[in-house]
């Protein structure tokens, strides 16, 4: 069974030369004045391509300026970003592999500091305590159209598609959040549907932009992860949803970085054959439910191959996503397709994720071994 993985498959309306994504990693890799990815970025999705992968899903990209998160991450906000944006499609093409960019807005996690950040309402960042200003209906709209555009701009570069980030923590998940979004206009509610009306609109006018074959995809926490934050059984229902508005794709992670820490989409201590696929329910659940019409993509804690073709067969999911284990082994499908079948290099330590503060993101791990170190570090 574990050979249909290896299977070319039309997943999302996207031709894929097997069912592993590549899910959306910030790689710190951009130009921080302008949002562009470097040569170096370029390269290293490059070498992604080469190394065996279905399809590339960038880190997340900015829609306006003040979505922008982190520093030196991609842009998409203006028109200008095309041609840049074109020479990445470019090179991944050029390596065998489809690529989607994902757009993302910030909110309350904002990377530039002055004015308060923007959330669904007048609220604290529950993870660093400042104050957060509540975005009037017209900054809301500006906001739709701001992702439509951005969807046009990808689609322009000739990217294979664009997904929408609706997981871990920013933008669009805190108007999913009870915590951030206390609205009592047409934009919140007591329900994870209200709530999510701004998502709903987003996907209408980004369609209505893109057209009807321009695939779509969403990536979603199916839950916060916090106490008094949505549950998995809301996540599970706003996924149903999503399904009826023909998204092309649901990828399935859940948890935010300002939630519990034994919740959160990255976690550790993952052992290769036990621990797995740390949202394999939920999917499970969503693809039930939504009775084939999206495709449900499984992401979190995934390391071996033997693993993802029993959730496949036993029905948890259409296409399985890695981030972690591509940091520290970019040639690992490859790897598996020419029969070493060994679990992911990766250990879970969590040390790539520090790494960006200071350059492109890497695996220091996988560094040190082949310097004839292999140790996690003290802090893993």
Same mark, same amino acid.
């Given at each position: 069974?574990?050979?249909?993985?290896?299977?070319?498959?039309?997943?999302?309306?996207?031709?894929?030369?097997?069912?592993?994504?590549?899910?959306?990693?910030?790689?710190?890799?951009?130009?921080?004045?302008?949002?562009?990815?470097?040569?170096?970025?370029?390269?290293?999705?490059?070498?992604?391509?080469?190394?065996?992968?279905?399809?590339?899903?960038?880190?997340?990209?900015?829609?306006?300026?003040?979505?922008?998160?982190?520093?030196?991450?991609?842009?998409?906000?203006? +028109? !200008?970003?095309? #041609?840049?944006?074109?020479?990445? =499609?470019? $090179?991944?093409?050029?390596? *065998?592999?489809?690529? %989607?960019?994902?757009?993302?807005?910030?909110?309350?996690?904002?990377?530039?500091?002055?004015?308060?950040?923007?959330?669904?309402?007048?609220?604290?960042?529950?993870?660093?305590?400042?104050?957060?200003?509540?975005?009037?209906?017209?900054?809301?709209?500006?906001?739709?159209?701001?992702?439509?555009?951005?969807?046009?701009?990808?689609?322009?570069?000739?990217?294979?598609?664009?997904?929408?980030?609706?997981?871990?923590?920013?933008?669009?998940?805190?108007?999913?959040?009870?915590?951030?979004?206390?609205?009592?206009?047409?934009?919140?509610?007591?329900?994870?549907?209200?709530?999510?009306?701004?998502?709903?609109?987003?996907?209408?006018?980004?369609?209505?932009?893109?057209? +009807? !074959?321009?695939? #779509?995809?969403?990536?979603?926490? =199916?839950? $916060?992860?916090?106490?008094? *934050?949505?549950?998995? %059984?809301?996540?599970?229902?706003?996924?149903?949803?999503?399904?009826?508005?023909?998204?092309?794709?649901?990828?399935?992670?859940?948890?935010?970085?300002?939630?519990?820490?034994?919740?959160?989409?990255?976690?550790?201590?993952?052992?290769?054959?036990?621990?797995?696929?740390?949202?394999?329910?939920?999917?499970?659940?969503?693809?039930?439910?939504?009775?084939?019409?999206?495709?449900?993509?499984?992401?979190?804690?995934?390391?071996?191959?033997?693993?993802?073709?029993?959730?496949?067969?036993?029905?948890?999911?259409?296409?399985?996503?890695?981030?972690?284990?591509?940091?520290?082994?970019?040639?690992?499908?490859?790897?598996?397709?020419?029969?070493?079948?060994?679990?992911?290099?990766?250990?879970?330590?969590?040390?790539?994720?520090?790494?960006?503060?200071?350059?492109?993101?890497?695996?220091?791990?996988?560094?040190?071994?082949?310097?004839?170190?292999?140790?996690?570090?003290?802090?893993?």
């Amino acid at each position: 069974m574990e050979n249909i993985i290896f299977k070319p498959v039309m997943l999302g309306k996207v031709g894929l030369k097997n069912r592993i994504i590549r899910s959306a990693t910030c790689l710190s890799g951009a130009d921080e004045k302008t949002g562009n990815p470097s040569s170096a970025l370029i390269g290293r999705y490059k070498e992604l391509a080469a190394g065996g992968v279905g399809v590339i899903i960038t880190g997340h990209a900015y829609v306006n300026v003040e979505g922008k998160a982190s520093f030196r991450q991609l842009s998409i906000c203006s +028109d !200008d970003d095309v #041609l840049e944006l074109s020479r990445l =499609v470019n $090179e991944v093409h050029e390596a *065998g592999c489809p690529i %989607l960019f994902q757009l993302s807005h910030a909110g309350a996690f904002k990377a530039k500091e002055g004015e308060p950040a923007l959330a669904p309402s007048d609220v604290k960042n529950p993870k660093t305590g400042t104050s957060c200003r509540a975005m009037t209906v017209s900054e809301i709209h500006s906001t739709i159209s701001n992702f439509a555009k951005a969807a046009v701009r990808a689609k322009d570069s000739n990217a294979d598609g664009a997904q929408i980030h609706l997981a871990h923590g920013f933008l669009l998940t805190q108007f999913l959040s009870p915590l951030f979004n206390k609205r009592k206009d047409a934009y919140g509610g007591d329900d994870i549907a209200k709530r999510a009306r701004i998502i709903f609109e987003i996907l209408e006018e980004t369609r209505y932009r893109v057209g +009807d !074959d321009f695939p #779509l995809w969403v990536k979603i926490s =199916v839950m $916060e992860g916090i106490q008094q *934050g949505y549950t998995s %059984l809301e996540g599970i229902r706003l996924a149903e949803e999503l399904a009826k508005a023909k998204v092309d794709a649901i990828e399935v992670s859940g948890g935010t970085f300002y939630g519990n820490e034994t919740l959160t989409p990255s976690r550790t201590g993952i052992i290769a054959g036990k621990n797995e696929g740390y949202f394999a329910e939920e999917a499970r659940a969503i693809r039930e439910r939504i009775k084939g019409r999206t495709h449900v993509i499984l992401v979190g804690g995934l390391r071996s191959i033997e693993v993802m073709a029993n959730f496949y067969d036993k029905g948890v999911a259409d296409g399985f996503a890695l981030s972690r284990p591509l940091i520290a082994e970019p040639d690992l499908i490859n790897r598996w397709i020419d029969g070493n079948r060994e679990p992911s290099e990766c250990i879970s330590c969590n040390a790539c994720s520090r790494t960006g503060k200071s350059g492109i993101v890497y695996c220091p791990v996988m560094r040190d071994a082949t310097e004839g170190i292999w140790a996690p570090l003290p802090e893993c």
